[in-house]
């Protein structure tokens, strides 16, 4: 089974309303697992763990959404060109 395919099951198994309770719980933990990084209490393979953790949240979330890729990757280029003249 491919990763889309992971998604959308986990999708139907578990609701849309239980996986955005997920995405929010994952980002919180990758909240903490940064901030305990920071003061030494945490390694970074422990971050590493929450922020993949978060990437797959957010494939579900893309999927929840119903937005193309195109969308995704559109919104991530004006992003990056923001960041781009903020950096200049």
Avoid: F
């Amino acid at each position: 089974m491919n990763s889309k395919d992971l998604m959308l099951a986990a999708i139907t198994k578990w609701g849309i309303d239980s996986q955005i309770d997920m995405v929010i719980e994952e980002c919180a933990e990758l909240i903490n697992a940064i901030q305990k990084w920071r003061r030494g209490r945490k390694t970074e393979d422990e971050v590493l763990e929450e922020g993949v953790d978060v990437g797959l949240c957010l494939e579900q979330l893309k999927l929840i959404l119903h937005k193309p890729s195109s969308d995704w990757e559109k919104v991530r280029y004006d992003k990056l060109v923001r960041l781009e003249r903020r950096l200049k």
